[in-house]
């Protein structure tokens, strides 16, 4: 086997549930082989490097086997070899998330309630009338 279709080999590794989302993420351009965008009926070969945009953590790694079916996980991670610039990235991004402060805490009361709304609108019969008065 020389090659592998860059959708069916990200669908195989398990980097994608179905065989359409990784044709998708390849079409947004999620996905670049040796550093370039690619569609999805590229075929890739052994020793590319991909790197994958996967919710918003980007990953390199080096295709190590081909495969155009999808197996057990032990298997599908002995596809491709993860670089370790990569690993620590995404150590580091995961520890900033997980450091950084709740944004719904920043709002000090929260949503209003159903009073909060009823006593916001009270005050603006007169004010914001469309129609004008009469002086």
């Keep these: 086997m020389n090659g592998v279709r860059i959708d069916k080999w990200l669908w195989a590794a398990r980097f994608y549930k179905t065989r359409s989302l990784a044709t998708e993420e390849v079409h947004k351009g999620h996905v670049q082989v040796n550093g370039a965008d690619v569609k ?3 075929e890739i070969r052994v020793g590319d490097s991909i790197i994958l945009l996967q919710a918003k953590v980007s ?3 080096i295709v190590m086997a081909l495969s ?12 491709y070899e993860e670089t370790t610039e990569s690993k620590k990235l995404r150590e580091t991004e995961a ?3 997980r450091l950084s402060p709740e944004p719904a805490l920043s709002i000090e009361g929260g949503r209003p309630t159903k ?6 609108q009270k005050g603006w019969g007169d004010r914001w009338s469309a129609t004008l008065k009469d002086s």
Excluded: H, K, N
């Design 40 to 42: 999805a009926s590229r």
């Design 59 to 61: 990953r390199t790694v």
């Design 68 to 79: 155009e079916q999808r197996g057990p996980a032990t298997i599908a991670q002995q596809l």
């Design 95 to 97: 520890e900033r998330r």
């Design 115 to 120: 009073r909060d709304r009823r006593d916001l």
